[in-house]
């Protein structure tokens, strides 16, 4: 019974994260009722099944109203609104390890104390603290400080796209209530509580420095100091794309497979030690000792991981083992898991938010199917790819319907990396974080550097990835249905029909315009322009998006995966705007990972001097870029596609500036029309009126300049007669765009006004069925949001 109210306390809890508002606590009149019912119910007999029915429900009625309950606590926990942007006195302690950032560094502070008079300041902010310039760094922070500081805050904020990562969920699962940067510098302070996660934060950077040291500037240091403390911030973005391809991104952290191991080798040490001592072994049993042992060095390496939310659930898994061991509670492997799924959903009700729930308790209920006798009994070496085959098929659709992607590859890394990292370079770290022999961080390095070497070779091979569309939810349970088919005993009849089971995933139906349909999708990415323009049978990227200060760009983080969630792998054109990074900042990795058949760029036509370097490196890359023109069109699946902007007198005028020299798009389908006239500004508008007033009228208007005030022109509206304008602009942008005055001549315009800052990704489809304008923070809303 433990297994079915386990798993109905995680779907309850699970299905509360998919809900836009917490539901009203009167409806818990229920539970009675529910609680009743199952004691009613009959003893098992010819309607036996209908008590493990009822205590499912129950337990997922609980699970559910517990994860409101939950969540109406930390929803409490807020930062007033009207204190956003209003810097406030604080003092509290850093918590975590500092990030080192581009830009300064960022760390985690628990406020203990709001010393501004009336501030309503949740519990746990992030807060950035920037360098005055690039030769002044901010003054170096440290785990478990205790800082007063003056810090300006807003609540959280992330960019909502349709499958995109949602950056506010991530906060609220960890407590962060807000986010912020510090004004000046913080200042040590003294009466902060919580000393022992202090010591221990000061212990995980002490370890961390000592690592640095000892491996200096060898090329993958910073694996090594994320396998013995969890910081990933020192692995460059090109390891992460290897480990990504290849399918090891689990190992190069303090993972629960880390977590296990280290906990079964102790666990094996001890009882080996603890048998050959026989007035130990007498007093206690060996293996109870080991199970003790074991969790207790599960315990520490997660404190080391500075308790990480994966890390946890592995030794909330490893508890339950044990104490159903020290109980002498004979259970079976299955009920085990359901202990752990239990510990974790009961501490914390978000974990159905991350991907790594799902992925690991998945592997983990994979391993468990495949290891009881139904594949069979096979040698070892066969029993270790039996599980490799289970473990890849139970995560299909899972890694389909969260990241679009599957390595092809995988099977064959962790094969090797597995045995490598998790027996070799994780122990060998570990001693060389509290040894002061450095051969010993030389030596784990060398381990780290053998599989990276053969995680080259298997990226190096033609397709080490697929991706693929995002699935429905009818087509990951059809696949869950039909992987656990394919783990049968092989004999057993109709075991092939499994295969039949997997189409609709790996071949789902697209969802694509008509012939004469347009699609356009605006993507929330920030202060920038990203839009992806669909008709039947073609895509076209106009922009692609900022590049952050982080050192990402939102053609890698944004548009591209939402293409790949749509099933689309290749783009027929791409079209960069201008030579500005909010506009330019993805083209190269867009380019890179989508291969555009064509590009037009307006810097293309401009002498090289003029171009920055990142419009310079936009070019090497597709040298054959042309350069937009007014006049250029074409005609997909009965869309018209027109370049109304520059002309070649504006490439050849040095007081245009680059916006005004932009390219301007005017797409028209027999549904309705669209104008894309990207960051013009007046002289770039009235261009447009005294050149072509007639084909200026749209339907849709994408604001020029994000609604700059030097933009949108009384007369230019007058020349669009917009029914929708959408503005791609940043939540609370230092540029203060849209501009109030320009919001008022929309409205004024009688257009209907949707922004990205607060409508998230807007998809604009024009159709058999109308013209229809869709908010992503709508459609996808959240109670947290």
């Known amino acids: 019974m433990v297994r079915v109210i386990a798993l109905g306390f995680a779907l309850g809890a699970a299905w509360l994260q998919t809900l836009a508002e917490l539901p009203e606590f009167r409806w818990l009149w229920g539970l009675p009722l529910l609680t009743l019912l199952v004691a009613w119910l009959p003893e098992p007999g010819r309607w036996r099944w209908l008590r493990p029915l009822a205590w499912l429900f129950l337990a997922a009625y609980l699970g559910f109203f517990y994860?409101?309950?939950?969540?109406?606590?930390?929803?409490?926990?807020?930062?007033?609104?009207?204190?956003?942007?209003?810097?406030?006195?604080?003092?509290?302690?850093?918590?975590?390890?500092?990030?080192?950032?581009?830009?300064?560094?960022?760390?985690?502070?628990?406020?203990?104390?709001?010393?501004?008079?009336?501030?309503?300041?949740?519990?746990?902010?992030?807060?950035?603290?920037?360098?005055?310039?690039?030769?002044?760094?901010?003054?170096?922070?440290?785990?478990?400080?205790?800082?007063?500081?003056?810090?300006?805050?807003?609540?959280?904020?992330?960019?909502?796209?349709?499958?995109?990562?949602?950056?506010?969920?991530?906060?609220?699962?960890?407590?962060?209530?807000?986010?912020?940067?510090?004004?000046?510098?913080?200042?040590?302070?003294?009466?902060?509580?919580?000393?022992?996660?202090?010591?221990?934060d000061r212990t995980r950077e002490a370890l961390r420095a000592h690592l640095q040291t000892a491996l200096a500037e060898q090329a993958y240091a910073g694996v090594a100091v994320a396998l013995a403390v969890g910081d990933q911030n020192a692995i460059p973005d090109a390891q992460w794309t290897l480990f990504r391809h290849t399918g090891v991104t689990h190992l190069m952290s303090i993972s629960g497979l880390?977590?296990?191991?280290?906990?079964?080798?102790?666990?094996?040490?001890?009882?080996?030690?603890?048998?050959?001592?026989?007035?130990?072994?007498?007093?206690?049993?060996?293996?109870?000792?080991?199970?003790?042992?074991?969790?207790?060095?599960?315990?520490?390496?997660?404190?080391?991981?500075?308790?990480?939310?994966?890390?946890?659930?592995?030794?909330?898994?490893?508890?339950?083992?044990?104490?159903?061991?020290?109980?002498d509670r004979a259970g079976s492997a299955s009920r085990v898991l359901a202990g752990a799924l239990l510990a974790v959903v009961v501490l914390d009700p978000?974990?159905?938010?991350?991907?790594?729930?799902w992925l690991s308790f998945a592997a983990v209920a994979a391993l468990l199917f495949a290891g009881q006798g139904r594949m069979g009994q096979p040698a070892s070496w066969r029993s270790w790819l039996s599980a490799q085959w289970a473990v890849s098929l139970a995560l299909l659709p899972a890694l389909l319907l969260i990241f679009h992607?599957?390595?092809?590859?995988?099977?064959?890394?962790?094969?090797?990396?597995?045995?490598?990292?998790?027996?070799?370079?994780?122990?060998?770290?570990?001693?060389?974080?509290?040894?002061?022999?450095?051969?010993?961080?030389?030596?784990?390095?060398?381990?780290?550097?053998?599989?990276?070497?053969?995680?080259?070779?298997?990226?190096?091979?033609?397709?080490?990835?697929?991706?693929?569309?995002?699935?429905?939810?009818?087509?990951?349970?059809?696949?869950?249905?039909?992987?656990?088919?394919?783990?049968?005993?092989?004999?057993?009849?109709?075991?092939?029909?499994?295969?039949?089971?997997?189409?609709?995933?790996?071949?789902?139906?697209?969802?694509?315009?008509?012939?004469?349909?347009?699609?356009?999708?605006?993507?929330?990415?920030?202060?920038?322009?990203?839009?992806?323009?669909?008709?039947?049978?073609?895509?076209?990227?106009?922009?692609?998006?900022?590049?952050?200060?982080?050192?990402?760009?939102?053609?890698?983080?944004?548009?591209?995966?939402?293409?790949?969630?749509?099933g689309i792998h290749r783009v027929d054109g791409l079209i960069v705007s201008h030579d500005d990074t909010d506009h330019s900042g993805g083209a190269l990795s867009l380019s890179a990972s989508h291969r555009p058949d064509w590009m037009l760029a307006s810097f293309a036509a401009l002498p090289t001097d003029w171009?920055?370097?990142?419009?310079?490196?936009?070019?090497?890359?597709?040298?054959?870029?042309?350069?937009?023109?007014?006049?250029?069109?074409?005609?997909?699946?009965?869309?018209?596609?027109?370049?109304?902007?520059?002309?070649?007198?504006?490439?050849?005028?040095?007081?245009y500036r680059d916006n005004d020299r932009g390219c301007v798009l005017r797409i028209e389908s027999a549904y309705g029309s669209v104008l894309i006239p990207a960051d013009i500004e007046r002289l770039g508008e009235l261009s447009l009126l005294e050149r072509l007033p007639a084909r200026l009228h749209a339907d849709v208007l994408l604001a020029p300049h994000h609604g700059s005030g030097t933009s949108s022109m009384p007369a230019f509206l007058a020349a669009v007669q917009p029914r929708w304008v959408v503005i791609p602009v940043g939540h609370r942008n230092r540029f203060g765009h849209p501009k109030p005055e320009v919001l008022r001549r929309y409205l004024a315009s009688g257009a209907t006004v949707l922004r990205t800052d607060r409508d998230g990704a807007v998809s604009v489809r024009?159709?058999?069925?109308?013209?229809?304008?869709?908010?992503?923070?709508?459609?996808?809303?959240?109670?947290?949001h």
């Open 258 to 327: 880390h977590v296990t191991l280290f906990s079964a080798l102790a666990y094996w040490l001890v009882q080996f030690g603890w048998r050959r001592a026989p007035p130990l072994a007498v007093r206690l049993p060996a293996q109870k000792a080991g199970a003790l042992f074991g969790l207790t060095a599960a315990a520490g390496y997660v404190a080391l991981a500075g308790f990480g939310i994966p890390a946890q659930r592995t030794l909330f898994m490893l508890a339950a083992a044990a104490l159903m061991l020290w109980l």
């Open 405 to 566: 992607e599957v390595s092809l590859v995988s099977p064959i890394a962790n094969a090797f990396a597995i045995p490598l990292i998790s027996w070799l370079a994780v122990p060998l770290v570990l001693l060389a974080a509290v040894l002061p022999w450095a051969w010993l961080a030389s030596l784990a390095h060398g381990v780290i550097a053998v599989v990276m070497q053969g995680l080259t070779w298997l990226d190096a091979l033609p397709q080490p990835i697929w991706h693929g569309a995002e699935p429905n939810a009818w087509a990951v349970l059809l696949a869950l249905l039909g992987a656990a088919m394919l783990t049968l005993p092989r004999g057993l009849p109709a075991r092939w029909l499994g295969l039949l089971l997997l189409l609709p995933l790996l071949f789902p139906r697209l969802d694509r315009p008509g012939p004469g349909e347009l699609r356009l999708d605006v993507l929330d990415v920030g202060q920038g322009l990203a839009i992806v323009v669909r008709t039947t049978g073609h895509v076209l990227v106009f922009d692609a998006g900022p590049r952050y200060a982080s050192g990402v760009d939102a053609g890698a983080r944004v548009v591209a995966p939402y293409l790949y969630a749509q």
């Open 67 to 200: 994860a409101a309950w939950r969540a109406d606590l930390r929803l409490a926990d807020a930062l007033a609104a009207n204190w956003q942007g209003r810097d406030v006195q604080l003092q509290g302690r850093l918590i975590g390890l500092p990030e080192a950032t581009p830009r300064g560094q960022r760390f985690v502070f628990q406020v203990q104390q709001v010393l501004t008079p009336a501030a309503q300041v949740p519990g746990r902010v992030v807060l950035n603290q920037y360098a005055i310039d690039a030769a002044t760094p901010p003054a170096p922070l440290h785990g478990g400080d205790c800082l007063r500081l003056t810090a300006r805050l807003a609540q959280p904020h992330g960019s909502i796209n349709p499958s995109g990562f949602d950056y506010e969920a991530w906060l609220l699962e960890r407590g962060i209530r807000a986010t912020g940067h510090l004004i000046g510098e913080a200042a040590p302070a003294a009466g902060c509580s919580g000393f022992p996660r202090a010591a221990l």
């Open 611 to 655: 171009v920055s370097p990142q419009g310079q490196a936009v070019l090497r890359h597709v040298p054959k870029t042309r350069p937009c023109l007014v006049g250029q069109r074409w005609m997909w699946d009965g869309v018209q596609f027109e370049l109304l902007h520059p002309t070649t007198g504006h490439y050849r005028n040095r007081h």
């Open 350 to 357: 978000w974990a159905a938010l991350s991907p790594g729930f």
């Open 766 to 784: 024009l159709g058999v069925a109308g013209a229809h304008l869709i908010a992503a923070r709508e459609t996808q809303r959240r109670y947290w």
